[in-house]
């Protein structure tokens, strides 16, 4: 019998590699998809048929209960919620419903299905918990005993959704894990995050399609990776006999700036100050200005290590939005 996955967040930039990933280990994967006229429910049939679909919400317990009867997973991976930092900050209500509610309403929903020992349980927990303030090892980074200081709507629901995640294993021995993930890109991101915005304007520049991108603070760093490399991450944390939490990360950081330096010279562009507007619209009324992880500990215990490294990770992504921009292309 095949292992069956249930996957929130399917339509997201995690739940395509994830769903991939499992799919190529032979899982009968199930992803729940809200809304009545998702428009990436038509990607996703077209690109991905071989999941099986579920209408639900995390804001709907009942949803979630009868996704869990349908599908009677061996393994559910909560990568669902409301993700964008700047977003969260303008619709903060709705960020704690989702993004940490939406965990409880999960967790409770396998609860009273009888599931929470016959299931195995990832939540995307996120390095926006620790706030960039704490940084007091520099050249360490954080790991999993850090301390937690969120800086904006989306890290406080996020770390909600960490500790009871945490007491539900502690509660009722639920095989529960964590894995607290620090950025990870690639040609799927949503273009409102900013590597993706910055490889699709760089590509669009190219094309002469537009002549300048506006941006927010340049100035803060992130600790970014390949999501293909993380989502393995996630499927190991699930394959161990004991539950836990784990940093999942590449162990360097880089500003904006060094991503914008990166991306413009894949086109052969030297000065991209020339192309870069600040616009104070980008700007967050609290940032974290620097984050770098530790992965040591899922590196020795899970065997996982990042493959794809910075410049590969820009250079992927701006090759991705060329082609996709390109008006030659052959589709
Ligand atoms: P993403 O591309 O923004 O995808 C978010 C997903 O959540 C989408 O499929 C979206 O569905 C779904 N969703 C939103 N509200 C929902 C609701 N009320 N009910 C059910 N589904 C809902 O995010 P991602 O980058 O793949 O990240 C996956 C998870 O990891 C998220 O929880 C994110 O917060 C977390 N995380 C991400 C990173 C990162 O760098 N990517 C790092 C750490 C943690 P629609 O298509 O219907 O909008
Ligand atoms: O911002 C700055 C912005 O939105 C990165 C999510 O996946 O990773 C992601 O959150 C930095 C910030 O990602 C623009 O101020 C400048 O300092 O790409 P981002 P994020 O906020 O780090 C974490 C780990 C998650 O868990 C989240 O779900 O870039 N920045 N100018 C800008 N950011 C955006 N989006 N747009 C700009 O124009």
């Known amino acids: 019998m095949p292992k069956k996955a249930l996957i929130t967040g399917i339509t997201g930039q995690d739940g395509y590699h994830l769903s991939e990933l499992l799919n190529n280990k032979g899982y009968e994967v199930y992803g729940l998809i809200r809304g009545q006229q998702n428009p990436k ?30 599908s009677e ?39 009273v299905t009888g599931y929470a020992n016959k299931v195995r349980f990832y939540q995307a927990s996120t390095s926006e918990m620790f706030g960039g303030l704490d940084y007091n090892r520099p050249g360490k980074g954080y790991d999993e005993n850090a301390l937690f200081h969120p800086r904006s709507p989306y890290g406080v629901a996020k770390l909600y959704g960490h500790w009871i995640t945490k007491n539900y294993r502690e509660s009722y021995g639920m095989h529960a894990s964590c894995g607290i993930l620090f950025n990870h890109e690639g040609p799927r991101r949503g273009i ?54 784990y940093v999942l990360a590449t162990g360097e950081t880089h500003s904006i700036q060094d991503y914008l330096e990166l991306a413009f010279k894949e086109v052969g562009i030297e000065n991209w100050h020339l192309y870069v507007k600040q616009n104070p619209k980008f700007l967050r009324p609290a940032e974290v200005d620097i984050l770098l992880g530790n992965p040591e500990k899922a590196e020795k215990i899970l065997g996982w290590k990042r493959k794809v490294d910075f410049e590969d990770l820009v250079s992927m992504m701006v090759k991705h939005d060329l082609e996709l921009e390109s008006p030659n292309k052959l589709t």
Do not use: C
Request: glycine fraction near 8%; proline fraction near 3%; charged fraction near 25%.
């Open 41 to 70: 429910l038509v990607r996703v049939e077209q690109e991905q048929p071989y999941i099986k679909l579920i209408e639900g919400d995390l804001t709907d317990q009942s949803s979630l209960v009868r996704s869990i009867e349908v």
């Open 73 to 111: 997973p061996d393994e559910i991976y909560n990568l669902a919620a409301v993700s964008h930092v700047g977003y969260s900050f303008r619709n903060p209500i709705l960020t704690a419903e989702v993004t940490g509610k939406g965990v409880l309403n999960l967790l409770e929903a396998i609860r």
């Open 192 to 245: 409102e995050f900013v590597t993706r915005k910055i490889s699709n304007a760089v590509a669009r520049i190219h094309l002469g399609l537009q002549d300048h991108i506006e941006l927010g603070n340049l100035d803060s760093k992130r600790d970014w990776g390949y999501a293909g490399d993380y989502v393995e991450g996630m499927w190991l944390m699930l394959q161990q006999e004991k539950p836990d939490d």
